[in-house]
Nanobody, 116 residues
Framework: QVQLVESGGGLVQAGESLRLSCAAS????????MGWYRQAPGKQRELVAT???????NYADSVKGRFTISRDNAKNGVSLQMSSLKPEDTAVYYC??????????WGQGTQVTVSS
């Protein structure tokens, strides 16, 4: 099993920055993808950003150019640097990990609220 522990969520004003962090523990071998998803009230969960073990990244169009995902291999973790935050970014953000071949793990979720 893999446990994902998130930190960094909170309440910020529009235009500010926030950094989310996620650390993986447990049976973490063969984790090839980590990333972040988010779910706003009344909306489906959507991909925000992912990163593979070799550093390849993928971003949702809505956050491209504002958010940056990175791996922290020393902590078996992943972070999401969010800049120029907008009220539309308000959501519960979930850490995600995938073990080959296609076994998914999820964090508990952390609330990010952006006020105008």
């Amino acid at each position: 099993q893999v446990q994902l522990v998130e930190s960094g969520g909170g309440l910020v004003q529009a235009g500010e920055s926030l950094r989310l962090s996620c650390a993986a523990s447990g049976y973490i071998i063969n984790i090839n993808v980590m990333g972040w998803y988010r779910q706003a009230p009344g909306k489906q969960r959507e991909l925000v950003a992912t990163i593979t073990s070799d550093g390849s990244t993928n971003y949702a169009d809505s956050v491209k150019g504002r958010f940056t995902i990175s791996r922290d291999n020393a902590k078996n973790g992943v972070s999401l640097q969010m800049s120029s935050l907008k009220p539309e970014d308000t959501a519960v953000y979930y850490c995600y990990a995938q073990r080959r071949f296609y076994v998914d793990y999820w964090g508990q979720g952390t609330q990010v609220t952006v006020s105008s």
